[in-house]
């Protein structure tokens, strides 16, 4: 008989989560239609990407289309996005390897805005799953489930989370189930290399 933290675990597992999520993205990404490599308009440039990321989120949710908001707000997801991989000023960044095709061109910045949405869609899956499993236990279950889970997993912890009884893990077991999904993942990519 499995327990709940194994059911949970189950539901968590990347190929359900994480991996599932970046299915429905790349296959978003593939079918994003797009007429040139290039563009050289920076409002051309706003508007493309703004598409594409309603275009990724609806993927995403299982919506024939993202209800529109207003261009500036969608763009400003776009900006928060765009800095963090291209830094302080990503949204230069990105226009300049658009316009010019350089480093792979627009369609490598369309894959980095991808790769962020499976990042965020992922974790919020996680997150949601792990929180409505959470709330359901008192505190004894949640003890006795943070205890089970150092028993299993304790080889592939770092020793300074399981030391002194695990005390760390269990105060923050809510996170470690959140990155639990990436630990998997990582491994099952160790495994296969």
Known sequence: MTTRLERLLDGIDP????????????????SFPFESAETTQWDDFRVLLVD???????????????????????????????????????????????????????????KRLAERVIEKYGENEVSAKVGRWWNTLDVDEQLAAATEYIEKYDHLLPSELTERGGIRIKGNFIRVLEEHPRMIQRMRRVGRS
């Open 52 to 110: 594409f990321m309603r275009h990724l989120e609806a993927a995403v949710l299982h919506l024939r289309t993202m209800p529109e908001a207003s261009l500036d707000f969608e763009w400003g997801c776009c900006v928060r996005l765009l800095d963090r991989d291209y830094g302080k000023s990503g949204q230069q960044a990105a226009f300049e390897l658009a316009r010019t095709g350089n480093e792979g061109g627009l369609y490598a910045v369309l």
């Open 15 to 30: 190929d359900r989560t994480l991996e599932e999520v970046a299915a429905r993205v790349d296959a978003a990404l593939n």
